[in-house]
């Protein structure tokens, strides 16, 4: 069964570094999003990307963040100086894309990439 | 901003017994509603899901049920299972706002043998 993988699992690194996220959204969808989750957090959305350009980015993606879909497979995040803060699980999430109003929009997720601030 | 709520921490139930998991919204503009499960250090898995334009949808030993004048819906798992030993996470979105999910806080649901 087509799955979304991220990687690292696991990134430690220091205040002020920047970090790149990396995912591979399943193959025929075309909707791309992170999430993130603070330890004892609400799982949050970050953005959205369709097109190849963010359709959509909630408060919390500042100008220190960014997406970008280098390729035809992946989609990256890149936190580009990180803060105490930023320390959370980040999951990448892909759907087919919503067509109509009422349509399926079943997004699947990754098993996320824990980032560690120190 | 608390659009979806999920207001019990904690579930625990009786192995071959139900599991009902509930979950409150606010946003009139949501139309279509989740529910996903997760383990410890994995991502949410998608269960099942319901459009607006219905009150139940029913897959194998989960139902979910939406009572949109209520803004609630309900998760049933019948018979409920120790591998159902979970968290579970109800979530919303609507589409004339993107199509992001809004997530409640989780319901952590223990099924004991």
């Known amino acids: 069964e087509p799955e979304v993988t991220q990687t690292p699992s696991h990134q430690v690194t220091q205040m002020g570094q920047e970090v790149i996220l990396r995912c591979v959204p399943i193959s025929n969808h075309l909707y791309f999003y992170w999430y993130r989750q603070i330890l004892g957090q609400k799982v949050e959305f970050l953005v959205s990307f369709y097109n190849n350009e963010i359709s959509e980015k909630s408060e919390i993606f500042d100008d220190q963040f960014s997406v970008e879909r280098p390729d035809g497979s992946n989609f990256t995040l890149k936190i580009r100086s990180t803060k105490l803060e930023d320390s959370a699980m980040y999951f990448c999430?892909?759907?087919?894309?919503?067509?109509?109003?009422?349509?399926?929009?079943?997004?699947?997720f990754g098993a996320g990439t824990r980032l560690s601030v120190l | 901003d608390q659009q979806v709520k999920q207001n019990s921490p904690s579930l625990s139930v009786q192995e071959g017994r139900i599991s009902i998991l509930n979950c409150d919204y606010t946003n009139s503009m949501f139309d279509y509603f989740l529910w996903y499960k997760k383990y410890p250090a994995e991502g949410p898995t998608f269960l099942i899901s319901i459009s607006s334009i219905k009150d139940k949808n029913e897959d194998g030993r989960f139902t979910v049920f939406l009572n949109k004048s209520a803004k609630h819906l309900s998760l049933h798992i019948v018979p409920s299972q120790p591998g159902d030993s979970a968290v579970y996470f109800c979530?919303?979105?609507?589409?004339?706002?993107?199509?992001?999910?809004?997530f409640g806080q989780g319901t952590e649901l223990s099924v004991k043998p």
């Open positions: 979530a919303a979105s609507a589409y004339l706002e993107g199509g992001k999910l809004i």
């Open positions: 999430a892909s759907s087919k894309g919503t067509v109509a109003r009422l349509a399926k929009n079943i997004q699947y």
